[in-house]
């Protein structure tokens, strides 16, 4: 079996689809080295995930917005660079653009196959947060380095779709399912206790704009949800914000920071999730947020945005609701689905079989197995 040389440029804390496709590739018998750029040096430089070695590099100066970003990146992919071209690999999985230039000089250097896994549109990403111009060469070279990659994976149709329309040589769609996250599987208890009476609207994720959080904070604090409380968890640049706009009102529970191994417990719990985020934003519309899977393997459902990847699928699978984005139209679907409880056990349990027969990770982990026997072969 091949030995894959993962690169990543984070320090593996970890992130959740890098260690379910490291994992998956090495219980199919593949051997997996994760390098990592720990930015802070606060990480062990060597450490094992059970089966997979992670060993991290520098520079360690921690690079906070675009130009430290650019600064430090550079002096990472040379570090690894000079390790990896001393070790034997097979094949080289470059996680996010900011790796796949890395991947192709290795790759090149060690006339290897490189897979570029892209989890979101990078340039899109970035858009928002570095000027006109370096957007437009970020998405330019995006687009041709991807095109020199022997193969192209990313998390949904929609986005391999348009990668595809850059004219790379083969594109697939490994989606971020989750795995072994039905409640018969998750016995671990909750770290917060729902009453019984009343209805309770979770969502756990990362407090950042484009996500309605201010919106939904502000409306249940001011009554727009009578007979529902908001139960919030994460942590993020808004977070004050929204604990400011809560204010001391009963209906809006901030929980802070929740251990990822723990949200499972919380999310089978709550009533409905959410994870509305702002269609206007590229990666936004065409994105497969996490949130949405979970929401069907927790036999829960979703509320998400129209016009975007997400609102198509909850509406075709059943499992949830697209609102608009804009408005108030939340709060309505909020109040029709606390007064109906059997159409929220209905799209729960439409959502648990969409997870059990598609979107899931069993189903996942195969496409991704096969694309590595092509790889490989």
Excluded at 114 to 138: F, N, Q, R, S, W
Excluded at 140 to 164: C, L, M
Excluded at 199 to 219: N, Q, T
Aim: hydrophobic letters at 40%; one cysteine or more.
């Amino acid at each position: 079996m091949a030995k894959v040389l993962m690169l990543l440029s984070n320090p593996y804390r970890p992130d959740p689809r890098v260690r379910r496709e490291a994992k998956a590739l090495a219980g199919g018998g593949h051997q997996v080295t994760i390098a990592a750029w720990d930015r802070k040096g606060e990480k062990a430089p060597y450490e094992k995930d059970g089966p997979v070695q992670i060993t991290r590099f520098g520079p360690h100066n921690d690079p906070k917005g675009a130009a430290a970003m650019a600064k430090g990146l550079p002096k990472f992919w040379k570090n690894v660079k000079k390790w990896a071209l001393h070790q034997e690999w097979d094949v080289i999985h470059a996680h996010d653009f900011d790796t796949l230039p890395l991947g192709l000089k290795i790759g090149k250097k060690k006339k290897l196959p490189v897979l570029y896994d892209a989890h979101e549109l990078y340039a899109e990403m970035v858009k928002e947060d570095v000027p006109g111009l370096l957007y437009k060469t970020i998405s330019k070279k995006e687009k041709k380095n991807a095109r020199k990659a022997d193969y192209v994976i990313t998390v949904n149709d929609a986005i391999a779709q348009k990668i595809g329309s850059w004219e790379v040589q083969r594109v697939g769609v490994v989606m971020n399912c989750p795995a072994d996250l039905t409640p018969e599987v998750d016995d671990s208890p909750s770290l917060v206790t729902f009453p019984p009476e009343g209805f309770a609207v979770l969502y756990v994720g990362v407090l950042e704009p484009m996500r309605k959080l201010e919106d939904m904070v502000e409306g249940f604090a001011t009554g727009k949800a009578p007979g529902m409380t908001l139960y919030i968890g994460g942590y993020g640049s808004i977070k004050e914000e929204l604990e400011k706009k809560a204010g001391g009102a009963g209906s809006v529970k901030m929980l802070g920071r929740i251990p990822p191994d723990r949200v499972p417990a919380i999310s089978r719990e709550a009533d409905i999730l959410i994870a509305l985020y702002d269609p206007n934003h590229t990666n936004n519309r065409l994105g497969a947020p996490n949130k949405l899977f979970e929401a069907m393997a927790y036999g829960k459902p979703i509320i998400v945005a129209r016009g975007s990847w997400a609102g198509e699928v909850a509406e075709k699978t059943g499992c949830g609701v697209a609102v608009e984005y804009e408005g108030d139209e939340l709060f309505s679907v909020l109040a029709k689905i606390r007064d109906n409880p059997s159409i929220k056990m209905e799209m729960g349990a439409k959502g648990l079989a969409a997870s059990r027969e598609q979107y899931n990770w069993w189903v996942m982990e195969k496409r991704l197995l096969d694309i590595y026997r092509e790889l490989v072969s």
